[in-house]
């Protein structure tokens, strides 16, 4: 039996989840379709998830965006990691950087060769074999060269740091271009029907019904149809990840444009910094139950770059995940599917991947169970691999300078995270399962940046002589330091390609 397809699409909410979601619509779905976004300018969106990982690039390119436009429109800066500072212990740091560590010898993974060298003490530090980090560490930066093959200017891997309000406005623009219907105004509920549960159409504080087939929840952690309207409910992971709170606030640029995010452990939470053309934009994220809200937003005002340009803004939230985010017709994308907390910027890029999941489960009016429990289940994968992730940062730390620090180096943690801790400890053994989001450089940076030390290393890698490791790791990082001095700075790469108007 077929069922007639999805004509109607109602998305509730705008900001970066609503805006991203009707303008990827608006580029797959062409013919007699309705897109209807509905927002209201009273109502604020969070605004403060200016940091991104390399994944957005597969956005933009299937969008169609010219990133130097797209840079341009938004203040936008690059990004090619994050500097983490006092995670692992008071006056640490350590760099998360994008893309590759050196290349691998056959089976055997580059980190298990520089694992070796650590351990017999001629090493140098990992970021000298990471054209991320140490493009990052110089304040440098070039898009990737394809043609040069072989060398790392080849695989260097960027992000963005951008005004996210100026971001759903670019996307506002290219969607409406498309045919996306904008509806101002407050939706104060829904209506369901009778017979099945399935959501009829949201009604408007001034009395008006919009009806849809499928209708897309962006309304932030509210989740004004997902939970209010569906009662879907939710998995609070506080326990492992335990700030519920954060202070938000912009102040003005000061000193070298930098390449990367920085975050900051504090007493009971952690401060993040980064750099726009116009601005940085800083924020201090913290738990309720080990500091109170005064102190968390004078921490974060005594640690600006400059000077604040704005009274400091307050979030509150729960860390977790919807029980769904697809339940009967309406998806949740965006905070109303859940929050991780911006510790590795990954709260746009689980934008994208639910916009990406859902065209590929995209429903005709059928709405088959079949896939919607494999669109949850994958949703669900992805969260939880990100949540161990995030996690990692917190159990993997020797510090005991505060309570707050104490309960997370104590805390049980989840078995899937203690087998994968465990099996690094062990010989540096590190494996990506199935599609999770971070790859295993990613893990190894963290756990190698915060203190952990395996046992040993592969085996195999005593294949190949003492000499020979040497020899290899010494011409990866001499290649490395050569083709980052030649890369331009980073502000000087802006400057000439995307800078804003202001900023020129």
């Not at 110089?138 to 891997?157: T, V, Y």
């Not at 709260?347 to 994208?352: A, G, K, P, V, Y």
Request: net charge negative; hydrophobic share 40%; glycine share 8%.
């Amino acid at each position: 039996m077929s069922f007639p397809h999805i004509r109607n699409i109602v998305i509730v909410g705008g900001g970066t989840a609503g805006w991203m979601t009707a303008a990827a619509l608006s580029k797959v779905l062409t013919g007699n379709w309705t897109i209807r976004l509905i927002e209201s300018e009273e109502i604020g969106t969070v605004g403060v998830g200016e940091a991104t990982i390399p994944l957005i690039n597969v956005y933009n390119r299937a969008l169609g965006i010219d990133e130097d436009e797209f840079m341009r429109a938004t203040n936008g800066t690059f990004k090619l990691g994050i500097e983490f500072v006092n995670w692992g212990k008071l006056g640490d740091s350590y760099m998360h950087g994008f893309g590759n560590l050196g290349p691998d010898i056959g089976i055997t993974k580059f980190h298990q060769y520089w694992l070796k060298a650590q351990q017999d003490g001629y090493a140098l530090d990992i970021e000298n074999y990471s054209i991320c980090s140490l493009a990052s560490r110089h304040a440098k930066f070039m898009r990737a060269r394809p043609d040069l093959g072989n060398s790392p200017l080849s695989e260097i891997a960027h992000a963005f740091h951008f005004d996210a309000n100026l971001y759903a406005a670019f996307l506002r623009k290219y969607a409406e271009q498309r045919g996306v219907i904008r509806i101002e105004g407050k939706v104060s509920g829904a209506t369901t029907r009778p017979a099945d549960g399935f959501i009829e159409a949201v009604v408007m504080d001034n009395g008006e019904r919009i009806e849809g087939d499928l209708f897309i929840d962006c309304s932030g952690f509210r989740g004004l149809l997902i939970e209010q309207t569906l009662h879907a409910g939710y998995d609070d992971w506080s326990h492992w990840l335990p700030c519920d709170r954060a202070w938000a606030v912009p102040c003005e640029s000061s000193g070298p444009l930098l390449p990367y995010t920085r975050s900051t452990a504090r007493d009971a939470g952690w401060q993040w910094r980064i750099p726009l053309q116009n601005r940085i934009g800083n924020g201090h994220v913290y738990s309720s139950k080990f500091s109170d809200d005064a102190s968390a937003a004078d921490i974060l005002m005594r640690n600006l770059d400059g000077k604040a340009l704005a009274e400091p803004r307050q979030l509150k939230f729960v860390t977790g995940r919807r029980k769904k985010f697809w339940d009967k017709n309406c998806v949740a994308i965006g905070l109303s599917s859940g929050f991780m907390e911006p510790l590795e910027s990954t709260s746009i890029h689980l934008i994208q991947a639910s916009i990406a999941r859902l065209t590929t489960f995209f429903p005709d009016q059928g709405f088959e169970q079949a896939d919607i429990d494999e669109f949850n289940r994958q949703a669900h994968f992805e969260v939880e691999k990100i949540r161990d992730f995030l996690i990692l940062h917190y159990k993997a730390t020797s510090r005991t300078d505060t309570d707050f620090w104490n309960y997370c180096r104590t805390m049980e943690i989840p078995e899937s995270l203690r087998n994968k801790m465990a099996l690094y400890e062990s010989n540096g053994r590190l494996f990506r399962e199935a599609s999770e989001m971070f790859s295993e450089i990613s893990w190894f940076e963290v756990m190698h940046g915060q203190g952990i030390k395996p046992r040993g290393y592969h085996p195999l890698v005593d294949a190949l002589a003492d000499g020979k490791i040497r020899s290899f790791l010494e011409n990866v990082s001499t290649t490395t330091q050569r083709c980052v001095e030649a890369m331009p700075s980073h502000a000087d790469f802006v400057r000439e390609n995307c800078a804003a108007p202001q900023s020129k």
